[in-house]
């Protein structure tokens, strides 16, 4: 009950002690050009299933981040707006206490993990993901596609009936964590690059401990423009969007995209 | 003299203007306890007349008597008309509907229910009256008025008995659509970002869970101050505490289904109201009270069966719900009308404190209680504490023969 | 009951056994439909398993489809068990006594089947039937109590458990009957069963103990079940879903749903047992009575439902009640609420409809059709616009292998029903006569007026 008047006054209850690591992301959308290469290096390096033809028509694809693109203005002052969507690595995650078998739950650094050999694929957390950032492997994976060649293999293949999604390449944490320990130093600030961000070729994506207050990703995220999708439902997620600036928005109509806006905080 | 002190209170208040809502939120509370228990009587009676038990003969006028209450609340109901704003500054059942809704739909829904409760009573007491008539040689020019020609007839006897279905089944709907009604339209939405589809249901069970406990002192008093031992019997104080025991688990379980919703979700605008004010937050004090008059203890007390088959455990029971079903209205209540905020903001930035109540609110509580508390005594005076034709209809319907070695009671089913 | 003939204690029995004892030919080309219907889920049930969920209709979005909706459906129907056995015996409500065993073992039965679809939903059934158990006992893993699919299974097994033995206990008398009428392996089989009764004054009073302590038990258990089956859309955040209302709207639709399959069971136990003299007009009579609250409750839920998704400004919510509120899902709104309200009550609320059985039977079965769309209208158009996010909306049609998977949940039950009446009395014999013992007429006037002794 105490944890539920905490909560109450936007308090973050974490759900674990955190051992002064919270990794978190910016996206600036004043810089995203909507150009999908986060999207490319991501299927890359988290050997994602193909989303081939039929799949895409069964309306099962599976992109851990996705760009959603909203179109705004009437013709012919159209603009596109784009938004990379991917987990959002809640603190306060819809989709960890409905898994009956712990297969995602809340680590030490603040991420969403999934547990591939813990699920048993109810969905739920799919269901109860207001971001649709979980996707579900309805087939058994057919290695023997052109795929099978470039797999990583530092990421698991998933099997048939389990869930999965963005993990913020974990697999690449691990590895720079695993190089600082060898010549015995701390992790740096900018050691971390998971694929989206090193492939993003605007700087939009920028990734890093939000409990460090010098990294760069927690200054940014103390910009002005910053808010968080979906806010009113207290996800308090560790994604932080910061606002597009427009410079004719007293001009047309006021900024409406969809679940972009709808929570702004600071107007740009 | 209470009652007056409760009409001086009003008029302090009245004083200090209607514009500002923040102080009638007790004035509003005793309102929607008096219509809770007021308008939940005609129930009583006759929900045990649906499930065709054969124990509620002595029960329906104590419930009818306190039903007469109902009056009061529509007295009480006026201000509040001017309190509450219209549906055009706030999200209301009534959408875009015309003319000054919600207050005028309102008005004629809740004057319907007492019509309804009032005509379901008066054809109810209709044998009864003929008795009078009778007995007073047609002297009681009221009883010989308000019972016609009803001379018992077998064709009339019928006609009564259909009567007494509709109109009660109708009050049944109408009761809980309107107990709906008021929580929404004098409540809930006066409250930003409190959108819980429990309260209502909540509501009308307090509604139920009130009149059964009222129906269960008036019985008490009436045994007591009448000397009528033996006509209502520990029997009636037993089923009564069967319902009893149900509602106030019903009670738990509505409530519990809503905070559970609510603390799972997660979702700050809900928690903020559902939680932060109505339970565990800035009031829970109050909650607590609530919560242990309305289910612990009535569950610690109905849970053995010497105890609810007894005069005092039930009667402790009820007062003690009732207690808690005021502490309820409180918290319904207050934080409404003392919620600053624009109700059509998207939610509620802080919880609502309750304050103590303050001389004028002490006196209207005092004085609405106990001017319902005189309306019900005048009754009793004025109708009979007990209902006859039903007691009669009881005796003949139920018999003792003998069934091998022993003596056991028989109950008649008439189709 | 005044309608009730005269039978000696030997009739009945005659009567009441003859569906264990003779084997007509109906029930042959029954149980062959049956079990060829069956035959076909457990094809549709292996095409399942071995390809995994790709062969449903499921897709993104929309992650839960027909058998969550079986499943709801089904535990709703098991809620028709306990609600005319314990509630009724509770309130001793004299109609009661034929109906009880068939609407308890309809519970037993379609709890089964509902706790089945719930393994073959998840991705790896092989894994969730050990996930039911806590396990990983070495790693010190457990299932997260937190999760309302922990809950679940807990309160249906707590629920079967309970219905089991509510069953059992009540049969015991009725299996010693069914010994000392038989001879051979069978005598030998129900001698076990029936656990030693011979009728004492002890064991009847424990007997009676048992069933008042078993009503009053399980009907906590009763309520919690729906409502925790309610929680696993309530406890999300899913707009449409995350309504506070649903636990008792759950409750209420299940008695619906599930007391009305009881009708239809008992109208086919009526012809096919040729148990006109213990099924009567009478009884469908009262269950008619007992519907029309019932469907009124339900209306009212609902209303309320509908009215605060559209009250609410939320226009995640408001986006899914306007997908639920137009074509085509309008079309099987419409058709829910006629299904469920406005057409069964009126015809309920005359004496003469409710004693006709064959109305009641299709009321009975407009009223389950009217269930079912209502679970589909929960889940699906839910799903289909959750949050408003445009690139993740969806459809969703139902595909072969879910399809005949529901038609196979029907046909399990009926089978698995029609199995118990072979082996079991489908009316309890002795309830059956203790109602005959305790019923007296009295004459009041020139009325002769039935009487019965008070419980």
Same mark, same amino acid.
């Given at each position: 009950?105490?944890?539920?008047?905490?909560?109450?006054?936007?308090?973050?209850?974490?759900?674990?002690?955190?051992?002064?690591?919270?990794?978190?992301?910016?996206?600036?959308?004043?810089?995203?050009?909507?150009?999908?290469?986060?999207?490319?290096?991501?299927?890359?390096?988290?050997?994602?299933?193909?989303?081939?033809?039929?799949?895409?028509?069964?309306?099962?694809?599976?992109?851990?981040?996705?760009?959603?693109?909203?179109?705004?203005?009437?013709?012919?002052?159209?603009?596109?707006?784009?938004?990379?969507? *991917?987990?959002?690595?809640?603190?306060?995650?819809?989709?960890?206490?409905?898994?009956?078998?712990?297969?995602?739950?809340?680590?030490?650094?603040?991420?969403?993990?999934?547990?591939?050999?813990?699920?048993?694929?109810?969905?739920?957390?799919?269901?109860?993901?207001?971001?649709?950032?979980? *996707?579900?492997?309805?087939?058994?994976?057919?290695?023997?596609?052109?795929?099978?060649?470039?797999?990583?293999?530092?990421?698991?293949?998933?099997?048939?009936?389990?869930?999965?999604?963005?993990?913020?390449?974990?697999?690449?944490?691990?590895?720079?964590?695993?190089?600082?320990?060898?010549?015995?130093?701390?992790?740096?600030?900018?050691?971390?690059?998971?694929?989206?961000?090193?492939?993003?070729?605007?700087?939009?994506?920028?990734?890093?401990?939000?409990?460090?207050?010098?990294?760069?990703?927690?200054?940014?995220?103390?910009?002005?423009?910053?808010?968080?999708?979906?806010?009113?439902?207290?996800?308090?997620?560790?994604?932080?969007?910061?606002?597009?600036?427009?410079?004719?928005?007293?001009?047309?109509?006021?900024?409406?995209?969809?679940?972009?806006?709808?929570?702004?905080?600071?107007?740009? | 003299?209470?009652?007056?002190?409760?009409?001086?209170?009003?008029?302090?208040?009245?004083?200090?203007?209607?514009?500002?809502?923040?102080?009638?939120?007790?004035?509003? &509370? =005793?309102?929607?306890?008096?219509?809770?228990?007021?308008?939940?009587?005609?129930?009583?009676?006759? =929900?045990?007349?649906?499930?065709?038990?054969?124990?509620?003969?002595?029960?329906?006028?104590?419930?009818?008597?306190?039903?007469?209450?109902?009056?009061?609340?529509?007295?009480?109901?006026?201000?509040?008309?001017?309190?509450?704003?219209?549906?055009?500054?706030?999200?209301?059942?009534?959408?875009?509907?015309?003319?000054?809704?919600?207050?005028?739909?309102?008005?004629?829904?809740?004057?319907?229910?007492?019509?309804?409760?009032?005509?379901?009573?008066?054809?109810?007491?209709?044998?009864?009256?003929?008795?009078?008539?009778?007995?007073?040689?047609?002297?009681?020019?009221?009883?010989?008025?308000?019972?016609?020609?009803?001379?018992?007839?077998?064709?009339?006897?019928?006609?009564?008995?259909?009567?007494?279905?509709?109109?009660?089944?109708?009050?049944?709907?109408?009761?809980?659509?309107?107990?709906?009604?008021?929580?929404?339209?004098?409540?809930?939405?006066?409250?930003?970002?409190?959108?819980?589809?429990?309260?209502?249901?909540?509501?009308?069970?307090?509604?139920?869970?009130?009149?059964?406990?009222?129906?269960?002192?008036?019985?008490?008093?009436?045994?007591?101050?009448?000397?009528?031992?033996?006509?209502?019997?520990?029997?009636?104080?037993?089923?009564?505490?069967?319902?009893?025991?149900?509602?106030?688990?019903?009670?738990?379980?509505?409530?519990?289904?809503?905070?559970?919703?609510?603390?799972?979700?997660?979702?700050?605008?809900?928690?903020?109201?559902?939680?932060?004010?109505?339970?565990?937050?800035?009031?829970?004090?109050?909650?607590? &009270? &609530?919560?242990?008059?309305?289910?612990?203890?009535?569950?610690?007390?109905?849970?053995?069966?010497?105890?609810?088959?007894?005069?005092?455990?039930?009667? =402790?029971?009820?007062?003690?719900?009732?207690?808690?079903?005021?502490?309820?209205?409180?918290?319904?209540?207050?934080? &409404?009308?003392?919620?600053?905020?624009?109700?059509?903001?998207?939610?509620?930035?802080?919880?609502?404190?309750?304050?103590?109540?303050?001389?004028?609110?002490?006196?209207?509580?005092?004085?609405?209680?106990?001017?319902?508390?005189?309306?019900?005594?005048?009754?009793?005076?004025?109708?009979?504490?007990?209902?006859?034709?039903?007691?009669?209809?009881?005796?003949?319907?139920?018999?003792?023969?003998?069934?091998?070695?022993?003596?056991?009671?028989?109950?008649?089913?008439?189709? | 009951?005044?309608?009730?003939?005269?039978?000696?204690?030997?009739?009945?029995?005659?009567?009441?056994?003859?569906?264990?004892?003779?084997?007509?030919?109906?029930?042959?080309?029954?149980?062959?439909?049956?079990?060829?219907?069956?035959?076909?889920?457990?094809? !549709?049930?292996?095409?399942?398993?071995?390809? %995994?969920?790709?062969?449903?209709?499921?897709?993104?979005?929309?992650?839960? /489809?027909?058998?969550?909706?079986?499943?709801?459906?089904?535990?709703?129907?098991?809620?028709? /068990?306990?609600?005319?056995?314990?509630?009724?015996?509770?309130?001793?409500?004299?109609?009661?006594?034929?109906?009880?065993?068939?609407?308890?073992?309809?519970?037993?039965?379609?709890?089964?089947?509902?706790?089945?679809?719930?393994?073959?939903?998840?991705?790896?059934?092989?894994?969730?039937?050990?996930?039911?158990?806590?396990?990983?006992?070495?790693?010190?893993?457990?299932?997260?109590? +937190?999760?309302?699919?922990?809950?679940?299974?807990?309160?249906?097994?707590?629920?079967?458990?309970?219905?089991?033995?509510?069953?059992?206990?009540?049969?015991?008398?009725?299996?010693?009957?069914?010994?000392?009428?038989?001879?051979?392996?069978?005598?030998?089989?129900?001698?076990?069963?029936?656990?030693?009764?011979?009728?004492?004054?002890?064991?009847?009073?424990?007997?009676?103990?048992? %069933?008042?302590?078993?009503?009053?038990?399980?009907?906590?258990?009763?309520?919690?079940?729906?409502?925790?089956?309610?929680?696993?859309?309530?406890?999300?955040?899913?707009?449409?879903?995350?309504?506070?209302?649903?636990?008792?709207?759950?409750?209420?639709?299940?008695?619906?749903?599930?007391?009305?399959?009881?009708?239809?069971?008992?109208?086919?136990?009526?012809?096919?047992?040729?148990?006109?003299?213990?099924?009567?007009?009478?009884?469908?009579?009262?269950?008619?009575?007992?519907?029309?609250?019932?469907?009124? !409750?339900?209306?009212?839920?609902?209303?309320?439902?509908?009215?605060?998704?559209?009250?609410?400004?939320?226009?995640?919510?408001?986006?899914?009640?306007?997908?639920?509120?137009?074509?085509?899902?309008?079309?099987?709104?419409?058709?829910?609420?006629?299904?469920?309200?406005?057409?069964?009550?009126?015809?309920?609320?005359?004496?003469?409809?409710?004693?006709?059985? %064959?109305?009641?039977?299709?009321? !009975?079965?407009?009223?389950?059709?009217?269930?079912?769309?209502? +679970?589909?209208?929960?889940?699906?158009?839910?799903?289909?616009?959750?949050?408003?996010?445009?690139?993740?909306? %969806?459809?969703?049609?139902?595909?072969?292998?879910?399809?005949?998977?529901?038609?196979?949940?029907?046909?399990?039950?009926?089978?698995?029903?029609?199995?118990?009446?072979?082996?079991?009395?489908?009316?309890?014999?002795?309830?059956?006569?203790?109602?005959?013992?305790?019923?007296?007429?009295?004459?009041?006037?020139?009325?002769?007026?039935? !009487?019965?002794?008070?419980?």
């Amino acid at each position: 009950m105490r944890q539920a008047v905490e909560g109450t006054e936007q308090d973050t209850d974490k759900p674990v002690a955190s051992i002064g690591r919270r990794w978190g992301m910016v996206v600036d959308l004043d810089r995203c050009t909507g150009c999908q290469a986060c999207v490319v290096a991501c299927h890359a390096e988290n050997n994602i299933a193909l989303n081939l033809e039929d799949v895409v028509l069964q309306q099962r694809a599976m992109n851990w981040i996705r760009i959603e693109r909203y179109w705004e203005g009437e013709y012919p002052n159209v603009k596109a707006r784009f938004l990379p969507m *991917f987990c959002q690595h809640c603190n306060n995650a819809p989709c960890e206490p409905v898994c009956p078998v712990y297969a995602t739950y809340h680590n030490q650094e603040g991420l969403n993990v999934q547990v591939y050999n813990r699920c048993i694929g109810t969905r739920y957390c799919a269901n109860n993901c207001p971001y649709h950032a979980r *996707f579900f492997n309805f087939w058994e994976r057919d290695l023997e596609d052109s795929h099978a060649e470039y797999l990583n293999p530092n990421v698991t293949v998933r099997t048939k009936g389990i869930m999965e999604k963005c993990t913020f390449c974990v697999q690449r944490i691990r590895k720079s964590e695993w190089e600082r320990r060898q010549a015995d130093e701390e992790l740096q600030d900018g050691d971390v690059q998971p694929a989206c961000v090193q492939a993003c070729p605007t700087d939009t994506l920028v990734f890093g401990n939000l409990e460090d207050e010098d990294s760069r990703v927690a200054k940014l995220a103390q910009n002005k423009r910053h808010y968080r999708v979906m806010e009113n439902l207290g996800t308090d997620t560790n994604v932080i969007y910061l606002k597009k600036v427009d410079p004719h928005a007293s001009e047309t109509a006021p900024a409406h995209a969809g679940s972009a806006a709808d929570t702004s905080r600071n107007s740009a | 003299m209470l009652f007056l002190g409760g009409v001086a209170g009003f008029a302090i208040r009245l004083g200090a203007g209607l514009e500002d809502r923040g102080p009638w939120g007790y004035y509003a &509370a =005793v309102f929607g306890f008096l219509f809770t228990v007021g308008q939940a009587a005609p129930m009583v009676s006759f =929900v045990p007349r649906l499930a065709r038990a054969r124990w509620h003969g002595p029960l329906t006028r104590a419930s009818q008597v306190v039903a007469v209450a109902g009056l009061l609340n529509v007295l009480l109901f006026i201000p509040l008309l001017w309190l509450v704003p219209s549906s055009a500054v706030r999200t209301t059942v009534w959408f875009d509907w015309p003319w000054g809704a919600p207050h005028f739909y309102d008005t004629i829904f809740v004057l319907m229910l007492v019509v309804n409760g009032f005509a379901f009573l008066w054809v109810q007491a209709i044998p009864d009256l003929a008795a009078l008539r009778v007995q007073s040689g047609g002297t009681h020019r009221l009883a010989r008025l308000l019972s016609g020609s009803f001379i018992g007839t077998p064709k009339q006897w019928k006609v009564q008995r259909i009567g007494l279905a509709v109109l009660g089944g109708c009050y049944v709907m109408n009761f809980i659509f309107v107990q709906s009604l008021i929580s929404l339209d004098y409540v809930m939405t006066l409250v930003p970002g409190w959108k819980s589809s429990m309260f209502p249901a909540f509501y009308s069970i307090n509604g139920l869970l009130a009149a059964t406990a009222m129906t269960i002192v008036v019985m008490a008093v009436i045994r007591r101050f009448y000397g009528l031992q033996r006509y209502i019997t520990v029997d009636q104080f037993w089923n009564v505490a069967k319902i009893m025991l149900a509602l106030n688990l019903a009670w738990a379980y509505h409530w519990w289904a809503d905070f559970l919703t609510t603390w799972y979700g997660r979702v700050p605008r809900e928690t903020v109201v559902i939680i932060g004010t109505r339970s565990f937050g800035e009031n829970v004090w109050l909650f607590v &009270a &609530a919560f242990f008059c309305c289910f612990v203890l009535p569950l610690l007390i109905l849970m053995w069966n010497p105890w609810r088959k007894s005069v005092a455990g039930p009667t =402790v029971v009820a007062v003690l719900s009732l207690i808690g079903i005021f502490i309820q209205r409180i918290i319904d209540y207050v934080p &409404a009308y003392l919620n600053t905020q624009d109700p059509l903001d998207h939610e509620l930035h802080e919880a609502i404190a309750i304050p103590w109540p303050g001389l004028p609110d002490v006196l209207i509580i005092v004085g609405g209680i106990a001017g319902a508390v005189f309306l019900v005594t005048w009754a009793v005076k004025a109708l009979g504490p007990l209902s006859n034709w039903e007691m009669q209809e009881g005796v003949i319907l139920r018999r003792n023969e003998k069934f091998l070695n022993a003596e056991v009671p028989y109950v008649i089913k008439p189709q | 009951m005044h309608e009730r003939p005269r039978l000696t204690p030997i009739q009945i029995n005659r009567d009441l056994l003859r569906s264990c004892l003779e084997t007509p030919l109906v029930f042959y080309v029954l149980l062959l439909l049956l079990m060829g219907l069956v035959g076909l889920g457990v094809v !549709a049930a292996t095409l399942l398993v071995t390809y %995994g969920l790709g062969v449903t209709g499921l897709n993104h979005p929309v992650f839960w /489809g027909f058998f969550i909706i079986n499943f709801v459906f089904w535990v709703g129907i098991s809620h028709a /068990g306990t609600m005319i056995s314990a509630i009724l015996r509770l309130s001793a409500a004299e109609w009661r006594r034929p109906v009880v065993r068939a609407a308890e073992v309809m519970t037993v039965f379609s709890l089964m089947t509902a706790a089945l679809f719930v393994v073959l939903h998840t991705g790896r059934p092989w894994r969730t039937l050990y996930w039911a158990f806590p396990y990983d006992f070495v790693r010190g893993i457990w299932p997260d109590v +937190r999760s309302p699919l922990v809950w679940d299974p807990s309160a249906i097994f707590t629920y079967l458990t309970g219905s089991i033995l509510f069953v059992y206990a009540a049969l015991i008398p009725d299996l010693a009957l069914a010994r000392d009428k038989t001879t051979g392996w069978r005598r030998l089989v129900y001698g076990v069963l029936c656990l030693g009764w011979r009728g004492n004054a002890r064991q009847w009073k424990l007997l009676n103990a048992t %069933g008042l302590l078993l009503s009053a038990l399980i009907l906590p258990v009763f309520v919690s079940v729906h409502s925790i089956v309610s929680w696993d859309f309530g406890m999300s955040l899913v707009p449409g879903w995350h309504v506070h209302i649903f636990a008792p709207y759950f409750v209420v639709g299940a008695v619906l749903s599930g007391v009305a399959a009881v009708i239809a069971l008992m109208a086919v136990m009526r012809s096919l047992f040729r148990l006109h003299d213990y099924i009567r007009p009478e009884h469908f009579d009262m269950i008619g009575r007992l519907l029309i609250v019932v469907a009124l !409750a339900w209306a009212y839920f609902y209303f309320i439902d509908v009215i605060f998704a559209l009250l609410s400004k939320e226009e995640a919510e408001y986006e899914v009640m306007k997908l639920r509120l137009s074509p085509p899902y309008l079309y099987l709104f419409l058709l829910m609420i006629v299904c469920n309200v406005f057409l069964p009550v009126p015809i309920w609320m005359f004496r003469r409809f409710r004693r006709n059985i %064959g109305i009641m039977v299709w009321t !009975a079965i407009v009223v389950n059709i009217g269930m079912w769309l209502e +679970r589909f209208l929960i889940i699906i158009p839910t799903l289909q616009r959750r949050h408003p996010d445009a690139f993740a909306w %969806g459809d969703y049609s139902a595909s072969l292998v879910e399809i005949s998977l529901v038609i196979f949940s029907f046909a399990n039950v009926g089978l698995l029903l029609l199995l118990f009446s072979k082996v079991f009395p489908v009316i309890p014999i002795w309830e059956e006569k203790e109602g005959h013992i305790w019923k007296r007429e009295f004459r009041i006037g020139k009325l002769r007026l039935p !009487a019965i002794v008070r419980e």
